[in-house]
């Protein structure tokens, strides 16, 4: 699974054909497409970079400067950049508002889905019971299964036993379209871990719960935690199920910024320093965490 | 990906030989439980959260908006019938087409290229990066990118930049012949610019006086306007703005303040047909070949367009495209890790026999490196299909409301059904399950190929 971590000098080089052809005409060649390589993807990072860059430095420039003409403003008169943007909303209690109410959306819905998850992963990985195989499959069936479906009938749900528009509901949701995945992952990782060391710690007169808390989940780790990371971003980033379920007096940073797009245009100084607080936990534990949220990326490609 | 299931045996055989039958029935019920206490929290919360809801879905989608009157398939007739219901399926159909082969195509491009250079990694990098951001997030940049404005979205900055290089930009949208002007409208092909009213002859100095330009509209380098002198054999005249701040200009005469119209389009229309033509210098003046002599000057319209304002990204045309774009800025990223991952499984070897063999790069890596590569692709692909099927956060926020109609997909109006103002469950519920049965297949893929790898 690790793709960048093998060096290969042949591939790298590129100028292989040439090497082997040895005519001057064959390493111009080479040369040229090595060359035309190069351009392709520097044009192509600058397209990937363009319009992130374009909202960062957007949310650098005073409303007046904003009408004055485009971001690209700032390439020549650098001064023109200031953080008052960042102040103004920083002092402003609806964003940091909402930024604490994803945190508390995405923290528990985390850790409840990593928690439950891990409990029937180990129990579908080692544990004895009838109709083991069926119940595993329906979840991994449940894994496709579009949160739109739920939407309404949720809601009704939630509407007859007071969940609706409160962060419990919310997370309750996240949890449960989270866990066929973390069952999924959790119960093949589990079921990796060696018969004779589960069998050891019974002989020892260890429980099933000691034996889960002692052996299993220290040795789930990385699974654990590219589970952890992907559930995290997914919620921190959910602006669907906040919509409909989040308590709107309280919205979490999603749904507030989307309430503002509305008048696009005329509040840039709000949405783009906005979105970029909004990006930053995402950011950083992206940076932080890259491998990890790799395999969960590519683990959880099914969802 | 793969579901490795190494099926584990009968976990924990009681060690005792001689445990009687009554012990271990005991012993069983009391795994069961413990399996029970493990298991319950997480099968509770998907019986009522999840699968509950397909249940319920199904049965609400034969009923009205009230929920009170059995409407059989009506509602399932109304997705059909129903104009933005057919806008969205449609939409849902070009996405489905369009974004997942754009951004594997990308991905295999990006991910094979990147082995030959050393920032490879880097690049990766920053490709990836856009996973990690909320669509939310990824549409306020894009809603930035398309904005209408070129003074504010690149997409059009660039786009009018491209344009006006390689098609004339008209310098001089608001210009007119002022009083008494020797110019008065052209007729018929050419509305919108200018003739001379009497034909010019060679020798004598033309005066193609205007008005109107801002002078903070007029193009850098201008300079005073200067009266043209007359050459023998040849038409010379002046374009300029016959205007003098402040006043004390005389009509249709050059004077010291007035400004060149520099780079102003001047043909020379005999019988109809453009027989000479030439580009006003820097001070307004011009000359025209002895071809001119009897004919009329013209200013071509092309010298009064208004200015060009590029492309309408999130108009009613280009809305889905546009959004499809930003679309594979955000996962290009995640077709391309995962085809990496794959391209770091091929053999080396095979590559070298290939290339061994006098197959040239492209060859390589469209007769072995794609095939060997067909499977994941395949996966990456139904991946995206499935993440399409539900997009709904990037349409929500980049498509301007007055537009959304047009951006319609599934998941939106869907949406829009179940809780706008004048919601109707009903009609919301059947979308829900016409969107089950279409990530249906991959469901049924998904547990037959674990089942078979369990029965390995």
């Known amino acids: 699974m690790s793709a960048a971590a093998q060096a290969r000098p042949e591939a790298r080089t590129g100028a292989r054909p040439a090497a082997r052809a040895g005519s001057r005409a064959g390493r111009l060649a080479a040369g040229a497409a090595a060359g035309a390589v190069r351009v392709f993807l520097v044009l192509a990072a600058l397209f990937w970079l363009m319009p992130a860059l374009g909202l960062l430095i957007s949310s650098f420039l005073s409303p007046t400067d904003l009408n004055r003409g485009g971001w690209w403003q700032a390439l020549t008169a650098p001064t023109r950049l200031t953080a008052d943007n960042y102040e103004r909303l920083l002092a402003d209690d609806t964003i940091t508002g909402a930024l604490l109410s994803t945190v508390a959306i995405a923290v528990p819905a985390t850790l409840l889905v990593v928690g439950l998850g891990s409990l029937a992963g180990y129990a579908f990985a080692w544990l004895e019971f009838p109709g083991r195989d069926w119940l595993f499959l329906i979840v991994v069936g449940l894994l496709v299964v579009p949160v739109q479906v739920a939407l309404i009938p949720v809601s009704e749900l939630f509407g007859a036993i007071g969940l609706f528009e409160t962060t419990a509901g919310v997370v309750l949701f996240h949890t449960a379209f989270g866990l066929p995945f973390a069952v999924f992952l959790l119960r ?37 935690a590219s589970l952890a990371i992907f559930q995290f971003l997914w919620v921190w980033n959910d602006m669907l199920v906040a919509l409909v379920f989040a308590d709107s007096a309280n919205p979490p940073i999603t749904v507030a910024l989307q309430q503002q797009v509305r008048q696009f245009g005329n509040n840039i100084d709000v949405l783009a320093p906005g979105a970029f607080l909004s990006m930053v936990v995402p950011l950083v534990v992206f940076f932080a965490f890259q491998r990890q949220f790799v395999s969960g990326v590519m683990a959880g490609a099914v969802k | 990906m793969a579901a490795k299931a190494t099926t584990p045996a009968k976990a924990g055989a009681p060690s005792g030989a001689a445990a009687a039958t009554a012990g271990r029935s005991a012993e069983t019920r009391r795994r069961r439980l413990v399996a029970a206490a493990f298991l319950l929290p997480a099968l509770v919360l998907l019986g009522a959260l999840v699968v509950h809801p397909i249940g319920y879905s199904l049965y609400r989608s034969f009923f009205d908006r009230t929920g009170d009157t059995f409407v059989g398939g009506g509602n399932y007739g109304e997705i059909l019938h129903d104009d933005s219901i057919r806008t969205a399926l449609k939409n849902t159909a070009l996405w489905v087409v369009l974004a997942p082969t754009t951004a594997t195509a990308l991905g295999l491009i990006f991910a094979v290229l990147t082995e030959r250079v050393r920032w490879g990694t880097a690049f990766k990098l920053l490709v990836f990066m856009p996973m990690a951001i909320s669509m939310l997030a990824a549409g306020i940049i894009f809603r930035l990118v398309y904005d209408h404005d070129p003074d504010r979205g690149v997409a059009n900055a660039v786009w009018v930049g491209v344009h006006d290089t390689f098609a004339e930009s008209s310098a001089f949208p608001k210009a007119r012949p002022g009083r008494d002007s020797p110019l008065v409208p052209a007729a018929g092909a050419d509305a919108g610019g200018y003739t001379t009213r009497d034909p010019v002859r060679a020798g004598v100095p033309v005066l193609l006086p205007l008005v109107g330009v801002a002078p903070e509209d007029l193009p850098s380098g201008t300079r005073t306007a200067r009266a043209a002198p007359a050459e023998p054999g040849k038409v010379t005249g002046t374009a300029w703005q016959d205007f003098t701040r402040g006043g004390g200009g005389r009509t249709n005469a ?24 030439a580009t006003a210098r820097a001070d307004g003046t011009f000359t025209l070949s002895a071809k001119a002599d009897g004919a009329r000057l013209r200013l071509p319209a092309s010298n009064f367009r208004e200015a060009y304002a590029g492309v309408e990204w999130l108009g009613p045309t280009l809305v889905t495209p546009a959004v499809i774009g930003a679309y594979v800025w955000m996962w290009a990223g995640f077709a391309m890790v995962l085809i990496g991952a794959g391209l770091a499984a091929v053999p080396r070897e095979l590559l070298e026999a290939a290339r061994v063999d006098g197959a040239n790069e492209w060859q390589v890596f469209r007769r072995v490196t794609v095939p060997l590569l067909a499977p994941l692709l395949v996966v990456v692909l139904v991946t995206l299909v499935i993440n399409v099927m539900k997009i709904f956060d990037l349409v929500f926020v980049i498509a301007p409301g007055s537009v959304q109609d047009d951006a319609n997909v599934l998941a939106l109006q869907l949406y829009r059904t179940s809780f706008g103002t004048d919601a109707d469950p009903g009609l919301g519920s059947a979308i829900a399950v016409l969107l089950l049965v279409l990530v249906l297949p991959v469901m049924l893929y998904n547990i037959r190929r674990l089942r078979k790898e369990g029965a390995r």
């Open chain 2, 254 to 277: 050059v004077d010291p303040s007035e400004s060149g119209l520099a780079g102003i389009r001047v043909e020379a229309v005999k019988d109809g047909r453009v027989v000479d033509s």
């Open chain 1, 188 to 224: 093949n990782f589990f079921a990796e871990i060696p018969r004779e060391l589960l069998e050891a710690a019974r002989l020892d007169g260890a429980g099933e719960l000691r034996l889960f808390a002692r052996v299993v989940l220290p040795l789930g780790g990385p699974a654990i």
